[in-house]
């Protein structure tokens, strides 16, 4: 089952950056090997040892696993370069294992580190994050090596990353996009990739990548409907439901949206993007109920995202609220998140500020099932006993039962099982980790920030997770250097500060 899913889904992670980055290096004359690690295998293997520059992109999870990577790069004499989430999020932690670490990039700024401009040891950035995506023809030899069966032929499942904005106009605490521009993309950009996949991938699925697509709802819209509704193919967005009103779930229908992940993030906050004023409580979980069924009339499968665990939640009242909501519409599966303060953010700021970030946490456990705070109306203890009675509720086999009634859609029918199977095991993770919470003073001290002294528990986790690769890695280096960052240097454009 893990295989399974590493292969059909985790493989289809691939973010857009890094396919630009090979792009730009190949158009500049230089041989590029591009390459994506979805957890089988041995990554140091994916490329050619006598590289002269290594650019390397990954999320806070996977961060110690390309630490040890950097450290086998550095050893050849490869200069080692990081980009992408965490880069952003923890600029300092990276600089202990990378030459260079890259806050936002364009092409100007990749020639510059490829030319040696920059010194050892330097957070970098262009002035903007870049708005020149490659095309899906320029991107298609790293599409086909993220996405496609050995490089060759596509998956089942096999999807095609696109962008038709970049930036968000929300300001979520939580998120790294929080204090980015939204900027629509050229639509004529957007047009010639449809174009090109109708011809040569036809049916083949997008997932659009954009934090908050659509924004511009008409101007992308004209686009998507200009293509003849015959080679109009199947997409997936994240979009904020203050977006999708009006005849817009219609219009989503009509140019083949096969599903929609709108944040409703809280019942007492983020009202904004929800579309509900500053409606809060049962009221809000009525409105938002009744605009998912607008949208399940339109769009096969829907996905509501949440958090718990937020200042504003307590007592019973969040759970009550979430749980109604499922009731109301079982079509919307939920994902239940919680919070993790990623740097860079207004809640890393708030959590550094007060005290309420698990500073020893090492980086592999920033996802659930793990908390990597104390969360300010919650005892750890009472917390996951929380989780336990959301995961439950959404996990129940009358809940299957009633998701299942409501899409006669195969494929949409063995996602809700296997969606169903995977909460029922991390409802098993929370109850391992609520066990330990229960039993293990010291466990229990660490979770209430009483102690730094990080839990056997996590020690043993941290080297199954690293496997192979843990020996290269000391404890130091997996305790997490969580020191702000100097604004970096930015280069100069052509056109002005980039």
């Known amino acids: 089952m893990d295989f399974a899913y590493q292969l059909f889904i985790t493989k289809q992670y691939a973010s857009i950056t890094p396919q630009a980055i090979s792009v730009w290096c190949r158009k500049q004359g230089h041989e590029t090997f591009y390459a994506t690690y979805y957890g089988r295998g041995r990554p140091h293997r994916l490329l050619p040892t006598d590289l002269d520059v290594v650019f390397i992109s990954c999320y806070t999870q996977v ?10 790069y550095r050893r050849a004499g490869v200069r080692t370069v990081i980009g992408g989430p965490h880069a952003k999020a923890f600029p300092v932690d990276c600089l202990r294992f990378f030459d260079l670490v890259v806050r936002e990039c364009d092409p100007e700024l990749v020639a ?54 970049m930036g968000c106009p929300y300001r979520c605490d939580f998120c790294i996009d929080w204090n980015s521009t939204y900027r629509p993309l050229p639509a004529d950009r957007l047009e010639a990739d449809l174009r090109y996949l109708a011809r040569h991938l036809p049916n083949r699925l997008i997932v659009f990548h954009d934090p908050n697509f659509a924004v511009k709802f008409d101007q992308v819209f004209e686009t998507l409907e200009a293509q003849p509704p015959g080679e109009r193919p199947p997409y997936i967005i994240e979009s904020s439901l203050t977006v999708l009103r009006g005849d817009r779930p219609r219009r989503l229908k009509e140019t083949n949206c096969a599903m929609v992940a709108p944040g409703v993030e809280s019942w007492t906050d983020y009202s904004n993007k929800a579309g509900v004023g500053r409606t809060g409580g049962t009221a809000k979980v009525e409105r938002v109920a009744a605009h998912f069924a607008q949208l399940a009339e339109n769009v096969p499968y829907l996905q509501a995202n949440f958090m718990f665990g937020l200042d504003t939640d307590q007592g019973d009242e969040p759970v009550e609220l979430t749980k109604r909501f499922m009731d109301l519409a079982p079509f919307a599966y939920p994902t239940i998140n919680i919070p993790v303060p990623f740097g860079g953010t207004p809640l890393h700021d708030e959590l550094t500020a007060t005290g309420r970030i698990l500073a020893t946490m090492p980086f592999n456990f920033y996802y659930a099932p793990y908390l990597v705070t104390t969360i300010k109306h919650y005892d750890p203890i009472t917390y996951y006993g929380k989780l336990i009675e959301l995961y439950t509720h959404a996990a129940s086999p009358a809940m299957l039962r009633r998701r299942l009634r409501t899409t006669s859609n195969r494929v949409i029918g063995y996602v809700h099982r296997a969606r169903t199977a995977g909460f029922r095991s991390d409802i098993a993770s929370f109850r391992r980790i609520l066990g330990m919470l229960r039993s293990d003073p010291q466990f229990l001290a660490f979770h209430e920030g009483r102690t730094a002294t990080l839990p056997e528990f996590y020690r043993r986790v941290n080297e199954r997770m690293l496997g192979r690769y843990a020996e290269l890695l000391t404890p130091t280096d997996r305790t997490p250097d969580l020191s702000p960052a100097e604004p970096p240097p930015h280069r100069l454009g052509k056109t002005g500060q980039r």
């Open 63 to 72: 961060s110690h696993l390309a630490y040890a990577l950097a450290k086998l």
């Open 112 to 165: 510059d580190i490829l030319s040696g401009q920059f010194d050892p040891g330097t957070v970098i950035s262009a002035g903007r994050p870049f708005d020149d995506v490659p095309t899906v023809e320029e991107r298609m030899p790293e599409i086909r090596a993220s996405a496609f069966f050995w490089g060759r032929k596509p998956l089942l499942l096999s999807a095609v990353p696109m962008l038709a904005s």
